[in-house]
């Protein structure tokens, strides 16, 4: 079955900073790749997806997927206090009907 | 607005008693899921359903079994509660699967004693 294994587990950045989360994944025939955040007491909400090799941006937002290396990251630039929130990678397996979660990085952003 | 309304907020349970968590969707999404969330092992899947009246066990369903009895609804039972079954349980839905975002709940608590 799919393994996503995230990093690190905790980062801690000032504000304005660009905070950058990494993402491996075990199955280079994997579909869909997403970031979801969840703050304290939530469920989590999904941020931003990613299917083809390549970047992608959305706003503060931008995620590099590279399928030969089995990674995916998701850098946020210029991080605000109100970005801390574990932050979770989930991955879909080819042929799956379900998401395969990360266990979360918990990002930190100080004012 | 769309959303996922799971209830109870936060359970105690006693160890062997049953345990019913109720999950309501207002999104028309087929798909539902139960997830259990621990610390330090993300969220892991239970359950889920594509379509009312069926349900398919998900990488850890020993312990639960699943409801769907209509598109809105979903739920999870507990038939005999363990201690191990202490957790946080989100509901979620899909419009299309793996291919669409995942709405979830606010999730539920639930110690059990």
Redesign the interface.
């Given at each position: 079955?799919e393994k996503?294994q995230q990093s690190p587990e905790s980062l801690i950045v000032p504000e304005g900073a660009m905070s950058s989360l990494n993402c491996t994944f075990s199955n280079s025939a994997s579909?869909?790749i997403?970031w979801?955040q969840q703050h304290p007491?939530?469920?989590?909400?999904?941020l931003i997806?990613i299917f083809s090799n390549g970047n992608k941006k959305e706003g503060r937002l931008t995620v590099y997927l590279n399928r030969a290396s089995l990674h995916v990251s998701l850098h946020i630039r210029d991080s605000q206090p109100s970005d801390s929130a574990v932050y979770?990678c989930a991955v879909?397996s080819s042929g799956?009907?379900?998401?395969i979660?990360?266990?979360?990085t918990q990002l930190t952003v100080m004012p | 607005e769309a959303a996922?309304t799971q209830s109870p907020r936060s359970k105690v349970a006693v160890t062997g008693g049953k345990v019913t968590l109720s999950c309501h969707q207002t999104n028309n999404h087929d798909?539902m899921?139960w997830?259990r969330q621990d610390t330090?092992?993300?969220?892991?899947?239970i359950h889920?359903s594509?379509v009312a009246d069926s349900t398919?066990k998900?990488?850890i369903p020993d312990g639960y079994k699943a409801s769907r009895p209509s598109q809105e609804n979903f739920s999870l039972i507990l038939e005999l509660a363990s201690l191990s079954q202490t957790a946080v349980y989100?509901c979620?839905s899909s419009e299309t699967?793996?291919?669409s975002?995942?709405?979830?709940?606010?999730?539920t608590r639930l110690l059990v004693i």
């Open positions: 079955q996503v579909q869909s997403w979801y007491g939530k469920g989590p909400e999904a997806s979770l879909a799956s009907w379900q998401l979660f990360g266990s979360g | 996922v798909y899921y997830y330090g092992h993300g969220l892991r899947l889920y594509y398919e998900g990488d989100f979620a699967g793996t291919n975002d995942y709405t979830f709940g606010s999730g």
